[in-house]
């Protein structure tokens, strides 16, 4: 086993580390206004050349691997210490691309990748309903054939990157189908007449771009939109482990900008006439902050690594890093306030604003008792996990 980068991911990691730098220090104003330059981060992240990172060649993409992703949102998140930053590889490579490649005809991947890579029209995904979040295979959002079109009915909430997103890749019950078995998706193009983007909730963390909602009244969508219909709910959970995938990125990369923020602060603070640093409790604490980074990056490098066809995360290698990132971070940033003493209570800290990225982190991709139900389904096959009553 090598734990060595090649030459080329050294270059990608400096690519997006040099990528990151450029919008440091924006993440304040961007936090306390709750909004961003959304689309000239795009840009630059076009530039840089990091956009529609595991998409093949063939679409535009630059056909590299879930490690190269990894490596670039790791290094965007760390050095920017803002989540947006990582939302243009998110929009353009993550769980709406990767399932907008399982489509089931060639012309859908035509029709949309090539805008998508491009970083033209990003593509967020919708699952989460306001009555039904972890029970997503109960979910109300239709899709009804008529002609050659489908009229989606239905409502969305915490969407990521709506209404700034062109693209939601909605997940909809099919032919009336009730449970998994029913679920599909299907791509929803800004501006179709029915589609209403509201910003929706403020969040504590996680700010500068609205997790929005997604409001679709008998909206009109053509056939070649249509990513899976009924029966195609365990294909579509391929590409969405990369959403988990990329969780465990977020989890990874600010626990690292949190410890950095404690050490930094560690060594300039005195007490005693002394740099707090120098005290057992505290590089015991911070000890214990690299351990759990360092065990959490195994994990989360290996969900990348072994990924299908280098690109398709596999669930139990995703769903455990996931879990591992949404358990350690909040604990993380904890302990990094604590170290902060009364500074770590203010807003004058980046640990404040670290640590209420983490409660974001938590739920979104899903809960961890969900997650845990998960991996015991996989762990366990022999027995029967039901959550219904
Ligand atoms: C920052 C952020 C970004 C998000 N982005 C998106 C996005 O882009 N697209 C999208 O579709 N969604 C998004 N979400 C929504 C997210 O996926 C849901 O919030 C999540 O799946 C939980 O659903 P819920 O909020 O409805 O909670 P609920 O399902 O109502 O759960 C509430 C509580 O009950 C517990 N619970 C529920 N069922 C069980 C069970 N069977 N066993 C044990 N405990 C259980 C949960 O663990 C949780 O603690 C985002 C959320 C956040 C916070």
Redesign the pocket.
């Known amino acids: 086993m090598d734990f060595d980068f090649t030459p080329e991911q050294l270059e990608l990691k400096e690519r997006a580390h040099k990528a990151g730098m450029a919008w440091r220090g924006r993440h304040t104003s961007w936090d306390r206004d709750d909004a961003s330059p959304y689309r000239e981060v795009t840009e630059s992240m076009r530039e840089a050349g990091l956009l529609g990172l595991t998409i093949p060649t063939e679409y535009g993409g630059k056909g590299g691997t879930a490690l190269d992703y990894v490596i670039v949102v790791e290094e965007l998140f760390r050095s920017s210490q803002s989540w947006i930053l990582g939302e243009p590889p998110f929009c353009t490579t993550g769980p709406g691309p990767s399932m907008v490649l399982l489509a089931e005809q060639e012309e859908t991947r035509r029709k949309f990748l090539p805008d998508i890579v491009n970083g033209l029209k990003g593509c967020?995904?919708?699952?989460?309903e306001p009555d039904?979040?972890?029970?997503?295979t109960d979910l109300e959002t239709t899709a009804v054939l008529d002609g050659d079109d489908y009229i989606v009915t239905g409502s969305?909430?915490?969407?990521?990157?709506s209404p700034e997103n062109e693209i939601y890749a909605v997940?909809a019950r099919f032919d009336d189908i009730p449970g998994a078995k029913g679920v599909g998706c299907i791509l929803v193009e800004k501006g179709t007449p029915g589609l209403d983007l509201e910003p929706g909730a403020q969040?504590v963390?996680?700010r500068g771009l609205p997790?929005g909602e997604v409001h679709m009244h008998e909206c009109r969508v053509p056939r070649i939109n249509l990513i899976r219909g009924a029966g195609g709910f365990s294909d579509l959970m391929t590409a969405f482990n990369m959403e988990r995938l990329h969780n465990s990125i977020y989890s990874l990369a600010f626990a690292e900008a949190a410890y950095d923020e404690t050490v930094r602060y560690c060594e300039e603070r005195k007490s005693f006439g002394r740099p707090i640093i120098e005290f057992q409790a505290t590089y015991h604490s911070l000890v214990d902050m690299h351990v759990a980074i360092e065990a959490h990056r195994l994990l989360t490098y290996k969900a990348a690594v072994t990924a299908i066809d280098s690109r398709f995360p596999r669930p139990l290698d995703s769903t455990v890093s996931k879990l591992s990132g949404a358990t350690m971070l909040p604990n993380l940033t904890q302990q990094g306030v604590l170290l902060h003493g009364g500074d770590g209570a203010t807003l004058d800290f980046p640990i404040q604003r670290l640590h209420r990225d983490a409660i974001?982190?938590?739920?979104?991709?899903?809960?961890?008792?969900?997650l845990r139900?998960a991996i015991a389904a996989q762990l366990f096959p022999g027995h029967r996990f039901r959550?219904h009553a």
């Open positions: 967020a995904i919708a699952l989460t039904h979040g972890s029970d997503l969305k909430r915490f969407i990521t990157g997940f969040f963390g996680s997790h974001a982190a938590m739920v979104a991709g899903g809960s961890p008792p969900v139900n959550q």
